[in-house]
């Protein structure tokens, strides 16, 4: 999801019908890819997909 300035604002991560949806803020994707860029690489962790 976009804002008219073309800023990255949200991630749809669910549609329930055509009026009903879900989404994630831009910040809380920005703050999870750091922690899991920045995690322990030891086998086992979040898959970045």
Do not use: N
Request: charged letters at 15%; proline letters at 2%; hydrophobic letters at 45%.
């Amino acid at each position: 999801m976009v804002d008219h300035q073309g800023t990255l604002i949200g991630m749809s991560i669910l549609m329930t019908g055509q009026e009903v949806g879900m989404a994630v803020p831009s910040h809380v994707i920005e703050e999870f890819v750091a922690k899991a860029s920045s995690a322990d690489r030891s086998g086992s962790g979040t898959i970045l997909v």
